[in-house]
C-alpha cells in the first residue's frame, strides 16, 4: 500500500473534500465500541504510529513482539490479551478493510448470544463470501490458541466448520480487503456513488 493501512482515512478522501480525521482504524473502534465491553488492538512494528489513533478513538493497544511470523500470532496475541482481561469472547476485524455497519454488527452479536452451545463462532458472510468481524466464543479463541504457530485462522475455522454458524449480511465492507492504491481508489468509487 505504501502507507500504514490502518491510518488510510475513512471514509476515503476525495480529492476537494477535507479529511474528517477519521481513519480504517479508528472508525472501526468507534463502530465496535457500542457492541464490546472493550476494544484491543493489535500493533507491530507500527505501535507508535497507531497509538495516537487508537487511543483517541477509546481502544487500547498491545503489541504483537513478533509481527513477522504473520497474522496468526497477531490473533493470537490479541486472544490472550482479550483471556487476561476476563472477557470469554471476542469480536475479531482486520484493519484493512472499512468498518462494518451498526446494523451488520447488531445482527452478528444477536446471533452470537442466542447461538446454542455447540456455535463457536459467528462468522458474516456477503454474497458466499466470509469476512469479518466475527464472533468467537471461548471454545474457538481456545482452539486459535492451541493451534501449532504455522496453521493459519482459516485453517482453524476448517476444522471446527461444524461450530460455526454463517450469518447472511447485507454489508458488502465484511468481506472487502484494501491491499492496494488501486483497492482503495476502487473503494472510494464505491462509496461516491
Not at 513478533?66 to 500470532?73: D, V
Not at 493459519?152 to 454463517?166: F, L, V
Amino acid at each position: 500500500m505504501g502507507s500504514d493501512k490502518a491510518l488510510l482515512p475513512w471514509p476515503p478522501v476525495a480529492t476537494g473534500i477535507p479529511f474528517s480525521g477519521e481513519t480504517f482504524v479508528s472508525a472501526t473502534i468507534r463502530a465496535l465500541s457500542p457492541f464490546t465491553d472493550l476494544v484491543v488492538v493489535v500493533a507491530g512494528n507500527n505501535e507508535l504510529t497507531l497509538a495516537p489513533a487508537v487511543y483517541a478513538a477509546g481502544g487500547s493497544l498491545v503489541r504483537n513482539p513478533a509481527p513477522e511470523l504473520g497474522q496468526f500470532s497477531s490473533l493470537r496475541v490479541g486472544l490472550r490479551e482479550v483471556l487476561n482481561l476476563g472477557r470469554d469472547a471476542a469480536m475479531i476485524t482486520l484493519v484493512d478493510r472499512p468498518p462494518a455497519t451498526a446494523s451488520t454488527l447488531g445482527i452478528l452479536r444477536a446471533a452470537f448470544e442466542t447461538a446454542s452451545s455447540e456455535i463457536w463462532a459467528v462468522v458474516p458472510e456477503f454474497n458466499t463470501r466470509h469476512g469479518h468481524p466475527f464472533l468467537a466464543g471461548r471454545e474457538m479463541m481456545e482452539a486459535f490458541l492451541k493451534a501449532p504457530a504455522s496453521v493459519t485462522a482459516r485453517d482453524i475455522e476448517h476444522q471446527h466448520q461444524q461450530h460455526i454458524s454463517y450469518v447472511p449480511v447485507d454489508d458488502p465492507h465484511v468481506a472487502m480487503n484494501v491491499n492496494t492504491p488501486e483497492d482503495y481508489a476502487a473503494l472510494l468509487n464505491t462509496q461516491m456513488k
